[in-house]
């Protein structure tokens, strides 16, 4: 059960690096997205007469989903601008990076480029790479966020880190260098990608 498990956590991080709903990648298939769900979740393992066609989906070869040390561990590095609504589609990843030994494998991480100062003060400077946990999307006023902020109507955008505070329907905000603004947004014009775990400066 654990190879299983750990199976459909590289699995669900594979479908999220294409910025695919469990229903999309499910239409790919032809299946219920509850199959792709169970598979994530190690309930059951990928039969064997669906393994060739998954992995041709999410592009990459069966033994780097089914082995279980795998030489290289890739997550997307996003700069600052997007072109769609899923921030972590394809089009919108400029490379991929190994960063194997600092980060478990399976586990839902995506490396962002930082654009501005704005987060100067907590020791985020312009220029770093930070770790973002795409699986961590609860706001607590002391972390620091992957915010993607929309505009030309959902069309295109670009990611941010703040601090946040949640007040009813309206999103607040806050850099930790004075000399830039709080920002205020209705919560549909933005999206919270993940929580800031990392500084990789060293990677540069």
């Given amino acids: 059960m654990k190879q299983t498990e750990e199976i459909g956590k590289k699995l669900r991080r594979f479908r999220k690096n294409k910025g695919w709903t469990l229903k999309e990648m499910a239409g790919k298939l032809g299946l219920h997205w509850t199959t792709i769900q169970a598979w994530e979740k190690g309930k059951y393992g990928i039969p064997s007469t669906k393994v ?6 999410i592009g990459i070869s069966p033994s780097l989903l089914f082995e279980e040390k795998p030489d290289k561990i890739l997550y997307p590095y996003v700069e600052g601008l997007f072109q769609n609504t899923s921030v972590l589609a394809p089009e919108n990843i400029s490379k991929n990076i190994n960063i194997k030994e600092i980060l ?8 962002l480029k930082v654009e501005s100062e704005s987060m100067k003060n907590a020791g985020i400077l312009k220029g770093d790479l930070v770790v973002i946990d795409t699986s961590y999307v609860d706001l607590h006023i002391k972390n620091i966020y ?29 850099p930790s260098n004075i000399e830039y603004d709080i920002q205020v947004y209705h919560k549909s014009e933005i999206q919270v990608l993940g929580k800031v775990i990392r500084v990789l400066r060293a990677l540069q």
Avoid: M, W
Avoid at 159 to 170: C, D, F, M, Q, R
């Fill in 52 to 57: 060739d066609r998954v992995c041709k989906l």
């Fill in 146 to 174: 992957a915010v993607a902020i929309f505009y030309d109507k959902g069309k295109k955008g670009k990611v941010t880190l703040k601090k946040i505070e949640k007040v009813g329907s309206t999103v607040i905000l806050i």
């Fill in 104 to 111: 478990p494998s399976g586990a839902d991480f995506a490396l």
